[in-house]
Structure formats: structure tokens, C-alpha cells
């Protein structure tokens, strides 16, 4: 009797530590609220919420994640598959899957790796920029798999630079690097790289040329580039990949340029201008062939890299030649436009439907009307989750944020066009706080994998924002927002699968449902 409990009051301890243990892997986050409609989460050098990589229940048990205008973040909840026969809500939203109806597949999630993003991250000690990477890319933080590098200086930077300034110099013999590069790029990635899992992918894209390049001799438009420089211009990208391949960093991809339309505009953003038969020429005659013909053939080739507007004018413009339908791999879209209807994806999609869309760039906050940063709002969680959603079903392979993390003003930016990010870094407080942002975006970054594919959804009538995809792992993920004031009730059933879930969304929330 005394060995039976002993024995018991061992397996009691064994479980209370590996509660307790498992408990502190799971931090939950310390909210602050500035006074608008949610909180932040605040994380300094010792402490930072995070979301462990969850593991898949047996059949007939979903897990499901949500985060909520009222607070919940990333809030687990395990429940059980519903039996047939149990009585049924009258007014739930029945949402329908269908998952032997197949969309594209997921290339991946990331931001962008702007200079502003590196001084931000290098003014924080070594503990809270470990923390704030760690968020972004380990297995216990977003896992962002795949992010853009500007190719020299962008609005978010200190000034305007490229790698090639002062006297014309075709040759490109003066090309090197910057110090934004050795001091925030370079260790930044290596960084990320280390701390992610999987492969982390990168794709490159330059916003202006050397001023030298360019009709105005200005980093800003609006300008074209020199005829006489089409040539030198691409023989920069290459140079650009081959300066960081001798860093030891690969690209994935490369964009043919930040948005050229900017460089059509009065702006005071960094650009190069180009009119899509422009652009046809250079990519078939210079870009094109530079790149297929170099080390570095497999690379992606991005058109496009600019708003939704450009979708599929320009592409039809550049396609007319049929070299440049050969190089270009896909197409990159920027949200600024995002007012105009998504269909013109679907559109896109169906005219050329071997070339993969991927949105390259988002940020919530910009332009001179707008409040740049918004500690703990809301809406701005609503605005990311459903561009998301949208782009998604409209064939959209990728989602890509801009700036990590910006300071309380929401730069640095040399031209003032601060903006907002999911992470604000308050370096006076050696602290950072992930804006209600950071877990909208977590919602699809962390369950929805590499690979992952699109499968059908539809809902019995329109009450929230939904998108469904089949894992790699062959578990079924749905996200759904609820963007009304009201619980909705939901009943999830996937016929192919003989799963029905009887589920709530509360009021003003994101929720991502898990299941085998
Ligand atoms: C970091 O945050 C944790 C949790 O809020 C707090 O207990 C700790 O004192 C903070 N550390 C520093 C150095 O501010
Ligand atoms: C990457 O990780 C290795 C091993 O943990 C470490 O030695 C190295 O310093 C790390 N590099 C960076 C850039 O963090
Ligand atoms: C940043 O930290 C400083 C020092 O603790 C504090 O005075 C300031 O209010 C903080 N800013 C924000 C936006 O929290
Ligand atoms: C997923 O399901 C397919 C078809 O049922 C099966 O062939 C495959 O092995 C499964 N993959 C995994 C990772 O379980």
C-alpha cells in the first residue's frame, strides 16, 4: 500500500513539473493599453510572449487560436469533432469545405529588411533584439520563411544612396556595398537565418539607380533611366547578388523594381520610372538575358512590384513580347491600391496562369492623413487579416510586410513618410511592443506552411472573412475574422473528411481552426 503511494505521489510530482515546465515555454503577453481600441504586448531583454509550433491532435479533435479585439492573443483551445445527431444552432454560419477543390500554393510569409527595420532592431541590447527576431522567425514566434531586401537605400533609410554613387561610371567599377549593408542587412539576415527552421528565402529589389543613370540625376522621379544605361542597370542586380553571395547570403527572387509607377509621379521616394513598353524592352534586351545567362539563372524574375492598378495593364503591354513572358517567373503586388477590387488578380490569374502572384509589400499608416503609428489598434489587425484573406482568394501565392519594426514615430525615414509596423521598437525603454498587426499576420504566417494549399470555402451566409488550405502535414487549416461587435456561431463541416465543428467566434476576432 505505502509502494502504491509513493508510486502515485511520484507520477504527481513527474506531472506538476511537466506541467510547470511546459507552462514556461508558453509565455503568455503583457498587455498595454494606449488608449485605443486594444493593446500591445510589451517584450523587453528577459521577457517576450510567444506561440509554440502546435502539435496536430488525433482525428476527431480540432485545435483552434484566437485573438480578439477585447485581448486574446494566439488564446488555444482544444475541442472535439461534433456527432451528427447532436442538435445544431439554428443561426450559425455554415461554413463549407471542400478540400478535393484545390487553389494555388503557398510560397510563404515575411517582411522586409529595410535599414530602418536594422537600426531599429541594433538599437535595442543584444536580449530584446534576440527576442524580437526570435519573434519573427523561430518556431516559438511567426516563422516567416521568405523576405525582401532592398538592393541599396529606400525612403527607410537615413538618405538617399546607391551602390555606385558620384562620377558616371558604366563600368561599375566603383560598386560596393554600403555601410546599412555590413552593419544592419547582413548580420540581420544571418541572424534570421539562424533562428529559422526551414530555409529562409530571400528576394531582392532595387528603388532607384545611381543618380548618374538617370535623364534628372536624382534619386527621385519623376525620371526614366538613361537608354544608354539599360545595360549598366542590370549589370547592377547582378552585381548586388554576386556581392552577397561572397557574404554567404543566396536570393530566391528578384523584383525587376520597386514600384515604377512612383517614378512616373512627383514623389520624394526613391525610384526609377518605367512605362511598361520600357520596361518590356529592358527586361527582353538587358535584364532578362544578364540574368539567365549568369550564375545566378534559376533565380525568380518579379514583374510588376507595385499596385493592384498596374494588374493586368502592364503586364499585357509587356507580354506582347514573348521573351520577356519567358523571363518573367511572377508578378510582385504592393496593397496601397487596395481599394480596387481583387479580382483583377483572378483575372491575372486566368490570363497567365503559370506565372505565380505574390504580394510584396503592405504597411498600415501611410500618407500624410493617416496616423503613422497606432499603438494597440485594432482596425489595422482587421486591415492586414483581410487583405490577406482577399489576396488569397484571388490566387495570391505569398504575403510580404514591409518595415519589421519601427521606432515610436514610426521610422526612421529620410524623406518622413513614417508609417506603422507590428512591432514598434521604444528604444529609450530598451522594450518593444507587437502591435495587435504582429498576430494577424501569425495567424496564417504560423499555421499555414510552405506548400500548403488552397482548398475550397464558402459560408451560408456573409458573416465573416474565410480562407482554408491543406497542409503539407495533411492538416486542415481555416482562417475566419469576425469583424462584427456579435459572437457569430459557426458550424464548420467538411464532408470528405466526416468532420463537423461546432464552434463561436467572438466579436471582433481572428481565429485559425486545426485539424487532421
Ligand atoms: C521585462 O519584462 C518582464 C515582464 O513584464 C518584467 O518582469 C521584467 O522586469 C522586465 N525586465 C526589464 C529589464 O525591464
Ligand atoms: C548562428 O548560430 C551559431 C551556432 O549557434 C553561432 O555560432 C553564430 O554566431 C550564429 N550567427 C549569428 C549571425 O547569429
Ligand atoms: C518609451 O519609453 C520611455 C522611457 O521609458 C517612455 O517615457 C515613453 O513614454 C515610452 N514611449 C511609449 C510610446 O511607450
Ligand atoms: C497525406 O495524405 C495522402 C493521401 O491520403 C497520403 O498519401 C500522404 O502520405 C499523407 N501525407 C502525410 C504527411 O501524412
Not at 96 to 106: E, G, L, N
Not at 299 to 320: R, S, T
Not at 474 to 491: G, P, S, W
Amino acid at each position: 500500500m505505502q509502494e502504491t503511494m509513493s508510486s502515485i505521489a511520484t507520477v504527481l510530482i513527474f506531472l506538476f513539473l511537466v506541467i510547470h515546465i511546459t507552462e514556461q515555454h508558453q509565455k503568455p503577453c503583457i498587455p498595454r493599453n494606449y488608449g485605443l481600441s486594444s493593446v500591445v504586448c510589451v517584450c523587453n531583454s528577459t521577457y517576450c510572449d510567444n506561440i509554440l509550433q502546435p502539435q496536430l491532435l488525433p482525428r476527431g479533435q480540432y485545435l483552434s487560436y484566437t485573438s480578439t479585439l477585447s485581448g486574446l492573443r494566439f488564446k488555444e483551445k482544444r475541442g472535439n469533432f461534433q456527432i451528427s445527431s447532436e442538435s445544431k444552432r439554428e443561426n450559425s454560419v455554415v461554413i463549407d469545405i471542400d478540400s478535393s477543390k484545390t487553389y494555388q500554393s503557398i510560397f510563404g510569409w515575411g517582411g522586409s529588411f529595410t535599414d530602418a527595420t536594422g537600426i531599429n532592431i541594433k538599437s535595442l541590447s543584444s536580449g530584446a533584439a534576440e527576442n524580437l527576431i526570435r519573434s519573427y522567425f523561430s518556431e516559438e514566434g511567426l516563422e516567416y520563411n521568405l523576405c525582401r531586401v532592398p538592393i541599396g537605400g529606400t525612403d527607410f533609410s537615413t538618405h538617399g544612396y546607391s551602390y555606385n554613387d558620384g562620377n558616371e561610371d558604366p563600368q561599375l567599377s566603383n560598386f560596393k556595398l554600403a555601410f546599412e549593408d555590413y552593419q544592419y542587412k547582413i548580420p540581420l539576415i544571418k541572424a534570421a537565418q539562424n533562428l529559422t527552421t526551414g530555409k529562409l528565402e530571400l528576394f531582392a529589389s532595387a528603388w532607384t539607380a545611381p543618380k548618374w543613370m538617370k535623364h534628372n540625376e536624382k534619386y527621385t522621379g519623376p525620371d526614366f533611366l538613361k537608354k544608354s544605361m539599360y545595360q549598366p542597370w542590370a549589370n547592377y542586380y547582378l552585381k548586388f547578388l554576386k556581392a552577397y553571395k561572397q557574404k554567404g547570403i543566396e536570393f530566391w527572387g528578384i523584383t525587376t523594381s520597386n514600384e515604377p509607377s512612383t517614378g512616373l509621379i512627383p514623389s520624394r521616394i526613391n525610384s526609377v520610372g518605367w512605362l511598361p513598353w520600357q520596361m518590356r524592352e529592358w527586361v527582353a534586351e538587358n535584364l532578362g538575358p544578364t540574368i539567365r545567362n549568369s550564375e545566378f539563372s534559376d533565380i525568380k524574375i518579379i514583374g510588376i512590384d507595385d499596385q493592384i492598378f498596374f494588374f493586368p495593364l502592364y503586364i499585357d503591354v509587356m507580354f506582347e513580347d514573348e521573351r520577356v513572358k519567358n523571363y518573367i517567373d511572377g508578378f510582385g503586388l504592393h496593397w496601397y491600391w487596395n481599394f480596387l477590387p481583387p479580382m483583377l488578380l483572378t483575372v491575372t490569374h486566368n490570363k497567365y496562369s503559370d506565372k505565380f502572384i505574390l504580394a510584396t509589400e503592405a504597411c498600415e499608416g501611410a500618407g500624410v492623413y493617416k496616423k503613422h503609428v497606432l499603438l494597440g489598434e485594432w482596425n489595422r489587425a482587421e486591415s492586414y487579416a483581410i487583405d490577406i484573406i482577399k489576396d488569397l482568394n484571388n490566387w495570391v501565392t505569398g504575403w510580404i510586410d514591409w518595415n519589421m519594426a519601427l521606432d515610436v514615430t514610426g521610422g526612421p525615414t529620410y524623406i518622413s513618410n513614417n508609417v506603422d509596423s507590428p512591432i514598434i521598437v521604444n528604444k529609450t525603454a530598451g522594450e518593444f511592443y507587437k502591435q495587435p498587426m504582429y498576430y494577424a499576420l501569425g495567424h496564417f504566417t504560423k499555421f499555414i506552411p510552405k506548400g500548403s494549399q488552397r482548398i475550397y470555402v464558402k459560408q451560408s451566409k456573409e458573416e465573416v472573412d474565410l480562407v482554408a488550405f491543406i497542409r503539407p502535414d495533411n492538416a486542415t487549416v481555416i482562417v475566419a475574422m469576425n469583424r462584427n461587435n456579435h459572437d457569430v456561431d459557426v458550424r464548420i463541416e467538411d464532408k470528405n473528411n466526416a468532420v463537423e465543428i461546432l464552434d463561436i467566434l467572438p466579436a471582433r476576432s481572428i481565429n485559425t481552426f486545426l485539424y487532421l
